[in-house]
């Protein structure tokens, strides 16, 4: 991302010395490919992970429409890569109104389901006051980032993708999301200690991030108090995920996940450089533009196998892309801190057969795993109809409760638990409250899952 010498030599003297843009009102944000802030300032590299390189408040708007009443405060920070080399990203950072009083105040990270390549979907601009991101899944999620506000915890919200939006990269994500939380509590004026219980959410897309982030945390961020993951249909396996979806009403979907995977794997660049229609080629630059909802809808039941010249099987057959499927696989480790995994049996995106496999792998290196595998829901309904449950366990985990066992699976569903619908009551109440812009109190959605 070239943004001109200017922009640099202006970033350049800001290192070592984080700099804190005030608000501005009623400004449209530039998109992150045009707005210097994220211009990593030069030589940032030699810093440590999760230094705050700047810093700057805005304004969150539901939708980008409703202005919300509360202001976040943005941080570029200093990450890692999928190689280990220096990068950098942003996370959005809310404290809430009302913290808790028994201890430090947890922090949540919460990874949206960006799931494109297209800056508009990043969480940093997406969730702005004038944010012109239409079908960016982020804004549908601020909802429930206001539920996990309410419970009186800060929340981090990471750009998990980096400043270039490699959807499906393995490991970096989870560098992303760890790195977000040290910057958190390295910002002062946040005052949230580096001790405070850190527990993670995501949910599809946001869920693999999660998952990378609890996979990686025990080697990479182990000073980190991390206390619980939740998973919610992580995406286990996207190579089996590309050979389900491609060709589907979802179809969509997988080609974002190549057409950004282009960008970090050589091999694979090759491969679609060499076998790859010009009418594919096209596709692939089109869709790097595109909100989630837009490529969606733009390639509902689009084959890949039509915009290749020998036939599919075989191009997924070849080494290069077999290694890529191999290497984007979650599994690697076993997570040190507690997970909850949510998944649907009728989930017609990502399939509850990987997720099983994915629950053994985790349980048979030791960790401790919840598993939710609901019966009743599907994969868009099972996210909010879980809140609930998802905020209770993060609860009981920031209070130090002792789980109940190794390993817990069920398939009692949702739909039939009494405490889903008094939670989803006060669910409806935070959501009425931020569409209308008013101020959201602390009213936990927890307390009724009992």
Same mark, same amino acid.
């Given at each position: ?34 707005? !210097? ?35 976040? @405060?943005?941080?570029? &920070? ?6 280990? =080399? !220096? ?15 028994? *201890? ?75 790195? $977000? ?7 002062? !004026? ?56 491609? $060709? ?16 970090? &794997? ?12 010009? =009418? $594919? ?9 595109? @909100? ?8 509902? *039941? ?17 080494? =290069? ?9 979650? *599994? ?5 801190? !507690? ?31 919840? &598993? ?50 008094? *939670? ?27």
């Amino acid at each position: 991302m070239d943004m001109g010498n200017a922009a640099r030599s202006s970033a350049a003297a800001w290192i070592g010395q984080p700099h804190h843009e005030p608000l501005r009102r009623k400004v449209r944000p530039a998109v992150p490919a045009k707005d !210097p802030f994220y211009v990593p300032p030069a030589g940032f590299e030699h810093a440590r992970p999760g230094t705050v390189l700047r810093s700057r408040d805005v304004e969150l708007a539901f939708l980008g429409l409703i202005p919300q009443t509360f202001t976040a @405060t943005q941080l570029l &920070y200093r990450t890692t890569d999928l190689n280990g =080399e !220096p990068q950098t990203t942003v996370t959005t950072v809310v404290v809430p109104i009302e913290r808790t009083t028994d *201890g430090p105040t947890p922090i949540v990270s919460y990874q949206c389901a960006i799931d494109a390549v297209a800056g508009r979907c990043f969480p940093s601009y997406a969730l702005r006051r004038g944010a012109r991101a239409l079908g960016a899944l982020a804004q549908f999620e601020f909802l429930l980032i206001a539920a996990a506000l309410a419970e009186g915890w800060a929340v981090s919200v990471p750009d998990h993708e980096g400043t270039a939006g490699i959807w499906g990269a393995p490991y970096e994500p989870g560098y992303h999301v760890l790195d $977000g939380i040290r910057a958190a509590t390295n910002h002062r !004026p946040l005052d949230l200690p580096a001790g405070s219980p850190v527990g993670l959410w995501g949910y599809s897309g946001g869920g693999l991030a999660s998952a990378w982030a609890a996979e990686v945390q025990g080697d990479y961020a182990p000073e980190l108090n991390m206390v619980g993951a939740v998973l919610g249909s992580p995406v286990g396996d996207l190579g089996h995920t590309f050979r389900r979806l491609n $060709g589907s009403i979802y179809a969509g979907l997988p080609a974002l996940v190549v057409a950004a995977l282009t960008h970090i &794997y050589p091999d694979l660049d090759r491969v679609i450089n060499d076998h790859a229609t010009e =009418e $594919g080629k096209a596709m692939l630059a089109r869709i790097e533009k595109m @909100t989630t909802a837009h490529a969606l809808l733009s390639l509902v *039941g689009r084959d890949m196998a039509t915009l290749i010249d020998r036939p599919l099987e075989e191009i997924l057959l070849t080494d =290069e892309v077999q290694n890529v499927f191999d290497s984007i696989k979650l *599994g690697t480790n076993a997570p040190k801190t !507690p997970v909850l995994i949510v998944q649907a049996v009728h989930d017609r995106i990502i399939s509850v057969e990987d997720i099983d496999d994915l629950t053994e792998t985790y349980t048979n290196g030791g960790a401790s795993v919840t &598993y939710h595998r609901d019966m009743f829901s599907e994969h868009m309904l099972l996210h909010p109809m879980s809140a609930p449950m998802t905020l209770r366990w993060l609860r009981d985990r920031f209070a130090g409760r002792p789980l109940r066992a190794h390993i817990a699976r069920t398939k009692w569903p949702t739909l039939l638990n009494p405490s889903t619908y008094r *939670g989803m009551l006060t669910l409806g109440l935070i959501t009425a409250r931020v569409v209308t812009g008013r101020r959201v109190d602390r009213h936990p959605l927890s307390r009724f899952d009992q």
